[in-house]
């Protein structure tokens, strides 16, 4: 059996995405599966699958904006800006921050920020990854990423340890794609004058999923094809994250056949990737053509849906 739809897993600790996406085509027997985003191997919760016709909306549900929750520990910086990795800075927090202090801290990181990639992580730089060149004790310069950051906010109070004389405290925070959360927490340690680190992280939200949607693969194990089959969302669910514009019966043949259109061939203005609909089925993705002003080109086909 083929399924096409999208599938959200809670990914658990100690596996990497990929590993997810293999044991679901294990599991389903279909190769046709891709996921929306890569987490950390240390990180937990909502990976979202897509199955068959659905591999099709991967791009345009991995912009959607993604939420964590997550620590923060004041005090020591680590090679990996994560607790997985050696300490390599220390400074003792001698007067804890108050709360105000924190969240004006964070409130200040709203926005449009520049983020400088860890180099535990995968981008390219001249070819390599940077965690090659980390492994191999290299130094190169790195990138300088924009991303933006919807919300930052602490949750519960922050608990200071007199012995070790550090502080800590958990946060939620909402931020597009490409964010690294770990560097999110290293330069909030700076703006507050510390070395810090990022204590554990758990997704509660990506392509417009929250975390009580999600499904386990252990229940995914166990599941009959009729309980998979009802788990699965179907390719509407794109609505929530693109528009979206019902067909006129004269403007369907030229979607369905993929033509390159006019601007003025629909009621409205296609600014961006558009789902098109008739007789609520999803027929296509359209939107502006990059190189021809005023067109508009396919991006995606789903004929015999």
Not at 23 to 35: E, N, P, Q, S, Y
Not at 107 to 131: C, D, F, H, N, W
Not at 209 to 232: G, N, R
Request: aromatic share 10%.
């Amino acid at each position: 059996m083929t399924y096409h739809g999208i599938l959200p897993i809670n990914k658990p600790k100690g596996m990497t995405s990929h590993d997810v996406v293999f044991k679901a085509r294990k599991l389903l027997k279909m190769k046709k599966i891709g996921h929306t985003g890569t987490l950390d191997p240390d990180v937990e919760g909502v990976l979202v699958l897509c199955l068959g016709k659905a591999t099709k909306l991967v791009n345009y549900l991995m912009e959607s904006p993604k939420a964590y929750q997550g620590g923060i520990f004041l005090g020591q910086a680590t090679e990996t800006e994560d607790a997985s990795g050696a300490v390599i800075a220390s400074q003792p927090v001698l007067n804890p921050l108050t709360d105000a202090q924190v969240d004006q801290a964070m409130a200040a990181m709203t926005g449009e920020i520049q983020q400088i990639p860890p180099y535990y992580s995968a981008v390219k730089v001249k070819g390599k990854r940077l965690y090659e060149y980390a492994r191999a004790g290299q130094r190169v310069e790195r990138p300088v990423r924009q991303a933006q950051i919807y919300d930052f906010q602490r949750q519960g109070a922050t608990l200071y340890d007199p012995q070790d004389q550090s502080q800590s405290w958990n946060f939620q925070v909402t931020c597009s794609k490409g964010t690294y959360v770990r560097t999110l927490a290293v330069d909030l340690g700076k703006s507050l004058g510390y070395p810090a680190h990022m204590t554990w992280l758990q997704r509660t939200m990506a392509a417009g999923f929250s975390l009580d949607q999600t499904y386990s693969l252990a229940w995914l194990d166990q599941a009959s094809p009729s309980q998979i089959e009802a788990a699965i969302y179907s390719l509407d669910h794109v609505k929530k994250i693109l528009p979206w514009l019902a067909l006129k019966p004269d403007q369907v043949f030229s979607i369905q056949h993929g033509q390159v259109v006019d601007q003025d061939f629909f009621d409205q203005d296609l600014s961006q990737a558009t789902a098109l609909y008739y007789q609520n089925q999803l027929l296509a993705i359209y939107g502006p053509h990059p190189d021809k002003a005023g067109r508009l080109k396919p991006f995606a086909m789903f004929p015999d849906l």
